[in-house]
């Protein structure tokens, strides 16, 4: 495997449903990103990891948890979710430091719909 | 507060040229970021910015301004596989990404 990987690429979802969303980067990479793409909005950063810690939190409602066990793995847990939450879920990897200009590298994505 | 604009769709002719522009107001300004997303895929990095000035790369170049808060992605003798949207996104004081919505690009034969 190489890059960034997500799993499930699809997933369908009651409202009274528990889910988890997985992320793995291949690249070494010390920071990793969990965004929302919804049609025709930006992107909107839901959570941030840095050397497994995490550093940002962008008021996302307690329905989703993130998870980041280690520097190469990122989840995110879902419960109770609203309809308004169906969205394209991107993970996204970067190397913070080292005076780069932290290019993240973005994962297929989770295409969750909420029934 | 922090905005990115760009046009929600553009339509251009294969060969062609087409420009997407991204204006931005920031809180600090350390880079302007491209990002090319096929549909149904991850997005993709174009280029980076963060000097006055062109930078090229093939058929892409990118453009900056800091002074007027402006950018522009080129693109050059235009293929069908370049039919997707193109994000712009901007790296604040803090270093956060602040993104565009986003120009879906259709290229018509």
Redesign the interface.
């Given at each position: 495997e190489t890059g960034?990987t997500q799993t499930p690429r699809h997933l369908v979802m009651g409202m009274t449903n528990k889910k988890s969303l997985k992320c793995e980067q291949h690249l070494g990479h010390n920071a990793m990103y969990w965004y929302k793409q919804s049609a025709?909005?930006?992107?909107e950063?839901m959570f941030?990891y840095s050397l497994e810690e995490r550093v940002?939190n962008n008021s996302v409602p307690s329905r989703f948890s993130p998870e980041c066990p280690n520097s190469s793995h990122l989840f995110l847990h879902l419960h109770t979710l609203q309809p308004e939450d169906s969205a394209l879920y991107?993970c996204a990897s970067s190397q913070?430091g080292g005076g780069s200009?932290?290019?993240?590298?973005?994962?297929?994505?989770t295409?969750l719909t909420v029934l | 507060g922090q905005n990115i604009d760009q046009p929600t769709e553009m339509t251009a002719t294969e060969g062609a040229i087409v420009q997407i522009n991204c204006t931005y107001q920031t809180s600090g300004f350390n880079g302007l970021f491209w990002y090319q997303q096929h549909a149904g895929e991850a997005p993709t990095f174009l280029s980076y910015n963060v000097l006055d000035g062109l930078e090229e790369k093939g058929r892409f170049s990118s453009f900056l301004s800091r002074s007027k808060g402006y950018s522009y992605l080129l693109l050059k003798e235009l293929q069908m596989k370049d039919s997707a949207s193109y994000l712009c996104a901007v790296m604040d004081s803090n270093y956060q990404l602040i993104w565009g919505a986003g120009t879906k690009l259709i290229i018509k034969p």
């Open positions: 960034v025709k909005k930006p992107l950063l941030v940002e991107l913070e200009y932290n290019e993240q590298f973005f994962g297929p994505g295409r | -």
